[in-house]
């Protein structure tokens, strides 16, 4: 009887030894494979929900996530839409702990998304870094591979050529935010 116990207890140490590893690798994988996430993913998993992002020039949107694409974020917001730079996000508050990786091969990249509002003669508020003015409003006339072009109207006039006044060339790396009216695609 005593030699029973005592296979028992080896038993029971064995299999609590063997569970403890067991699990102590299971954590080292996970570890593994969160260190190979990226901020995208990250993102990607607050789709639909509120989140506030805090931008490098310090200004700070709040929005429900609506598109998380590997250089750019679309935020809703009631009444517009803002597209904001991944590289220019400093923090972002309330994204919870879900992660997404990507689904399409293909990148979406900043160039393409201001593409589609160039295309569609979109108006558009620029938000620009360490500026006075800080923001420039009017429609994109083109985009490059690290530039955007804008033809600038005053608040509050239509997007015809006859309001314009003037136009100019932003680097894509100057770009905090683009906003737009809701009813805007990128």
Same mark, same amino acid.
């Given at each position: ?92 508050? $309330? +994204? *919870?702990?879900? !992660?997404?990786? /990507?689904?399409?091969? #293909?990148?979406?990249? @900043?160039? &393409? ?42 608040? $509050? +006039? *239509?997007?015809? !050529?006859?309001? /314009?006044?003037?136009? #100019?060339?932003?680097? @894509?790396? &100057? ?12």
């Amino acid at each position: 009887m005593r030699w029973e116990l005592l296979f028992g207890d080896l038993e029971a140490q064995f299999h609590a030894e063997t569970q403890q590893e067991l699990e102590q690798h299971i954590n080292e994988l996970a570890r593994i494979e969160a260190s190979q996430l990226s901020f995208s993913e990250v993102l990607r998993g607050a789709l639909g929900r509120q989140i506030s992002a805090t931008m490098r020039s310090g200004t700070v949107f709040h929005g429900e996530v609506q598109r998380v694409e590997q250089q750019w974020l679309l935020l809703g917001q009631e009444r517009r839409s803002v597209l904001l730079p991944l590289a220019m996000v400093l923090r972002v508050q $309330g +994204v *919870g702990t879900h !992660r997404v990786r /990507a689904t399409s091969r #293909v990148p979406y990249t @900043l160039p &393409a998304a201001l593409r589609v509002l160039a295309r569609n003669r979109s108006t558009v508020v620029l938000e620009l870094a360490g500026t006075r003015p800080a923001s420039l409003r009017g429609v994109l006339d083109q985009v490059g591979a690290d530039y955007v072009q804008l033809m600038q109207m005053a608040d $509050g +006039v *239509g997007r015809d !050529r006859g309001n /314009a006044q003037g136009s #100019v060339v932003v680097p @894509l790396a &100057a770009l905090v935010a683009i906003a737009s009216a809701s009813d805007n695609e990128f």
